[in-house]
């Protein structure tokens, strides 16, 4: 807001728009909000005063403005609802067989899917593989080829017991590529929610997938509104970040970039109360360390990840690993450990293997 007070008349200009004005003949304050006519960088501030009532001579002016700037930026952002009858029902990943405590169908479960086809198509990724719009249920179809499914529950490209798998979208992009040449868009991690970072992606044009808190939803985090941010949610009537359900807070992100070189990526699923630590080549390690019970982050293309859209499952992935051996050692408090698996995705097919 801006408050002018005069003797005996005013006019306050903002960038040559008249903003206030009182024309009473007494001496008084007035205010207002002029956000509006604020724009980022320099703004030119006017004032007219006048002495209707003559007398004095004199003239002074005390400037008093408060602009609190409300930054405001935009990505365009197509909004697409897991509940849309064209793909709601159809069959989410493993649908029965990942005992889902959500459902079995995109509708009850495909927040993290519909949002990854919002981020895909912003950045240009319009038509899948196969020539179809990427549109959730595109997706889905492309993520739950080459499924393997256990007692627990079906791993495929795409999934891992429900739980998307974020690098699933280069080898998306990268088929897209190769035949319509849209953009190749790499997962370049995320780990918890960080408003700066989001807000600095954001700017480079870098739409953000977030996670609200205390809850196993999805959504597109798609512009800035001043102190919050607005968002493209596939399931609720939300559009910014600040409501009642998710108090301008979030608790994890997942991020993306597009690229130019192909992919090369390891990712490591582990379902808890299992962990995974990985030691590079160089020595260095990311994942969980036995011996100090704590989370180590040393390398720095890593991310070590949970989803829980069904139960909680350990995502390690280390993007443009070194050439040589990978370690990969499981740990877990169970007593009988069951296989899990290990995924690596390069710039030729994905390969996925089961260790123990």
């Given amino acids: 807001p801006t408050r002018r007070s005069s003797d005996l008349d005013g006019e306050v200009f903002i960038n040559g728009q008249s903003v206030l004005k009182s024309t009473d003949g007494v001496v008084g304050f007035s205010e207002g909000e002029v956000g509006k006519y604020l724009r980022k960088g320099e703004n030119t501030i006017e004032l007219m005063v006048f002495d209707t009532y003559g007398v004095c001579q004199s003239a002074a002016v005390y400037l008093e403005v408060k602009i609190p700037f409300a930054e405001k930026y935009d990505l365009n952002i197509p909004l697409m609802k897991q509940s849309t009858l064209t793909w709601a029902p159809q069959q989410y990943a493993g649908g029965l067989l990942d005992k889902l405590g959500c459902g079995i169908a995109i509708g009850d479960c495909g927040c993290a899917l519909s949002s990854i086809a919002m981020m895909l198509s912003f950045h240009g990724v319009i038509k899948g593989p196969d020539g179809f719009n990427t549109t959730p249920d595109v997706l889905n179809e492309y993520f739950s080829r080459n499924q393997v499914c256990d007692d627990v529950g079906c791993v ?67 512009g800035i509104d001043g102190p919050t941010l607005t968002i493209k949610d596939p399931l609720f009537d939300w559009s910014i970040l600040d409501n009642t359900d998710y108090k301008n807070e979030a608790s994890e992100m997942r991020r993306f970039t597009k690229v130019n070189s192909d992919f090369s990526a390891i990712e490591v699923f582990v379902k808890a109360p299992g962990h995974v630590l990985i030691t590079a080549p160089d020595g260095k390690r990311l994942g969980y360390d036995a011996s100090t019970k704590t989370i180590v982050s040393e390398i720095s293309s890593g991310s070590y990840l949970e989803d829980d859209i069904s139960i909680v499952v350990r995502h390690a992935i280390i993007q443009t690993p070194l050439k040589g051996d990978y370690e990969i050692q499981y740990f877990s408090t169970e007593e009988e450990v069951k296989p899990h698996y290990v995924v690596f995705r390069t710039n030729r097919a994905a390969d996925r293997k089961s260790v123990v």
Avoid at 174 to 203: C, Q
């Fill in 156 to 222: 495929s490209d795409g999934y891992v017991y429900g739980n998307v798998v974020w690098g699933a979208v280069h080898q998306y992009t990268k088929k897209a590529h190769e035949r319509y040449g849209s953009s190749k868009v790499m997962f370049i991690g995320g780990g918890r929610y960080n408003k700066e970072t989001v807000a600095a992606d954001i700017k480079s044009d870098k739409p953000v997938i977030l996670r609200a808190l205390g809850k196993s939803h999805w959504f597109v985090a798609s």
